[in-house]
């Protein structure tokens, strides 16, 4: 099996759409039309869930009416997000194809499918023209992708001048990873974790400008023990954040964003 293939059989086990929408009907929301907001945060994977979807897109600038490509859109939250909150219309593309259809779905469902659409798809070969947006995102995906210079080649070929890409991707701070699964990959073998600066050198080898740079560090451990206390997202190992929060503690891994311009 080719490794996008171990990377989109992860994601896609099965009944994601449904344990979606029950937690709309847990908390007394009706599951045929809902807004975003009452997913709570379930169909954000990553890090600081919506609160870090907001950071993230105000530090980019992502405004009104921007034409923002989500690489690697899961289940389409931030997506929706970004169409909800900022006035976003936004093409996500993501490899896993139960993904893509719940991301659909769940859009049809909160009414925002007009400013929202999402293709199957590598971040590794983008059916994308050139040139067609102002901005993307890349949140919690380069973990799993090993060829991170082909990666932001493709971001790079995509956006306008002047456009902006905004990663924020687990990244490593210093030594190895001790234990898996992490919420990534079961094994290391679909984990291509790097450090910043691995980051910075394929995006400036792609021809952006690398600009700000921040690391949430404390606030992904408060985010890792509180989601860890409530039970853990809908669908995930809790062995696969407790392993999280020891790399975190151990500062062996961080939370990390990067912002860069195409010139
Ligand atoms: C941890 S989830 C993050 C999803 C979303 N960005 C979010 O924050 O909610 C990682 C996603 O990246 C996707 N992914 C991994 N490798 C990819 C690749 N080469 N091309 C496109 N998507 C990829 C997976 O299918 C999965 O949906």
Do not use: C
């Amino acid at each position: 099996m080719d490794y996008e293939d171990s990377v989109a059989a992860h994601y896609g086990s099965g009944g994601v759409l449904e344990r979606m929408l029950a937690v709309v009907r847990n908390a007394g929301g009706n599951p045929e039309h809902f807004a975003p907001a009452d997913l709570r945060g379930a169909d954000q994977l990553h890090i600081g869930g919506p609160a870090a979807t907001s950071r993230v897109a105000t530090r980019a600038g992502i405004r009104a009416g921007a034409r923002v490509l989500d690489i690697g859109s899961g289940l389409g939250g931030v997506a929706r997000h970004l169409a909800g909150d900022f006035g976003a219309t936004v093409h996500g593309v993501d490899l896993t194809p139960e993904f893509v259809a719940a991301a659909q779905n769940l859009s049809e469902r909160t009414g925002l499918a007009e400013q929202l659409e999402f293709t199957q798809a590598s971040a590794l070969a983008l059916p994308l023209a050139d040139a067609s947006f102002d901005a993307a995102v890349l949140v919690h995906v380069g973990m799993n992708i090993r060829d991170k210079d082909r990666l932001f080649a493709e971001a790079a070929r995509v956006l306008r001048p002047g456009g902006v890409l905004a990663v924020y991707d687990i990244m490593v701070t210093g030594g190895d990873i001790e234990a898996y699964p992490m919420p990534w990959a079961p094994t290391a073998e679909t984990s291509f974790v790097q450090p910043p600066l691995a980051y910075s050198d394929a995006l400036a080898q792609a021809g952006f400008d690398v600009g700000h740079e921040a690391k949430p560090l404390p606030e992904g451990i408060a985010f890792l023990e509180h989601a860890l206390d409530a039970g853990g997202p809908v669908g995930l190992a809790g062995s696969a954040l407790a392993n999280l929060l020891t790399a975190f503690r151990a500062g062996i891994l961080a939370p990390v964003e990067i912002y860069a311009h195409r010139p």
